[in-house]
């Protein structure tokens, strides 16, 4: 794609950070607080004890990367200056930092982007995705993926298998998501799931539910072409449009009526991949009576309209997930053992001197793309 020129800036180093004297460029993509995107050259950072210097291969593009840019947050957190977005990324080691024994240059990785406290009583607990003081990168302050060189602590990158690309390391941060949602959900075999939204998470998420045995599994969302590329996807689910002429109860009914007549049949897990409000409400009266809706999705800061009754007289458990912990070695077994075969969600490609124009087709759903991916091909040396 042809793209318009972009002036091409400079962000300073922390100044606690040395800078690597390379001889390659730094290209990276920024967001600002007046929700503009700049393409940057960023210095190259020596890697401190217990970190790593990487070459990032492939960066996918979240909707997080788009609100941050759009609304300049997503609920508490706030674009208050200029970061470099991405966060969903795989790359190759080029330097390791004083201490790191367990990794060395060479090694192809994806990247954990949450980095942790370690101390807080949420740490101490296992529960490092709760973290109050986690640094998340391509989350204000914290720069991230979307550039050629990066640099992060080696506890929190997953050596990839061979047989495991670059873009596929990609889509385990997404995997993740999901990962956590349907551990935290508990589904069973043979028992019935619905999947609300056709997007990324949801597609993943439709998969994923199919891998653990679920049946049947029935995917929502507004779009057809979405529909049509989920029963694509995964052929053997079921698919059902959003009516808009319905409210939540009467879409909740229909997709209530493909699962099989009474209440036993109703989904028992229901994955909520969209975050809005009134789909989570949609999915308040499709569950059985007893069931579980996970919400994956990130919605607005505060919805008002939940059919809270309802929800309270059937004992649905509405829960919700953070990110995710624990999930990298059990998500690369998936993709390695070919459990999970998720190549088909990339619907496009950028070089990553292309990266606001990935960001500007991702953001429009007219464009019809899936998972777009910032990629560098590039040799990259020090």
């Keep these: 794609m042809q793209s318009s020129h972009t002036p091409v800036t400079t962000v300073k180093a922390a100044s606690s950070s040395t800078v ?22 960023a210095p190259v950072l020596v ?35 200029d970061c470099i977005l991405g966060h969903e990324a795989s790359g190759v080691i080029l330097k390791v930092g004083e201490g790191v024994n367990n990794l060395k240059p060479g090694d192809r990785v994806a990247v954990e982007p949450g980095v942790s406290c370690g101390t807080c009583f949420v740490c101490s607990d296992g ?59 508990g589904l069973s075999l043979g028992r019935g799931v619905l999947v609300c939204g056709a997007g990324p998470i949801g597609l993943i998420a439709l998969a994923a539910a199919r891998a653990s045995g679920a049946h049947p599994v029935v995917i929502t969302d507004i779009e057809p072409r979405r529909l049509a ?22 879409n909740g009914k229909a997709i209530r009526a493909l699962f099989g007549q009474g209440e036993y049949f109703a989904p028992e897990t229901i994955l909520e991949c969209t975050g809005i409000e009134s789909s989570v409400c949609t999915a308040a009266y499709a569950v059985r009576r007893g069931g579980t809706i996970m919400v994956i999705g990130v919605g607005k800061a505060i919805m008002n309209n939940l059919p809270f009754m309802h929800i309270s007289l059937a004992e649905v458990k509405l829960l919700f997930i953070n990110r995710y912990r624990d999930t990298w070695p059990a998500a690369i077994a998936c993709l390695k053992g070919g459990i999970l075969d998720l190549k088909k969600l990339v619907s496009h490609t950028f070089p990553l001197e292309k990266a606001k124009d990935a960001l500007e087709l991702s953001s429009d759903p007219r464009n019809g793309s899936i998972k777009v991916l910032v990629v560098d091909n590039v040799e990259a040396k020090l």
Aim: glycine content about 8%; proline content about 8%; overall charge negative.
């Design 127 to 185: 529960r490092y995705n709760l973290c109050a003081d986690v640094q998340f990168a391509g989350v204000y302050p914290y720069h991230g993926t979307m550039q050629r060189y990066k640099t992060h602590p080696a506890r929190w990158v997953h050596r990839l298998p061979d047989n495991v690309s670059f873009a596929e390391g990609a889509l385990l941060e997404p995997l993740s998501v999901v990962m956590h949602g349907i551990n935290s959900a």
């Design 229 to 250: 590329f989920a029963k694509e996807f995964v052929p053997n689910c079921v698919t059902y449009q959003i009516n808009p002429k319905l409210d939540a109860e009467g």
């Design 20 to 41: 690597l004297e390379d001889p390659m460029s730094n290209p990276s993509l920024q967001v600002t607080a007046d929700h503009q995107l700049k393409q940057v050259e």
């Design 47 to 81: 890697p401190k004890p217990g970190e790593v210097l990487l070459h990032i291969k492939a960066t996918g593009i979240c909707g997080s990367d788009v609100h941050f840019w759009k609304t300049g947050r997503i609920g508490p957190l706030v674009v208050e200056g």
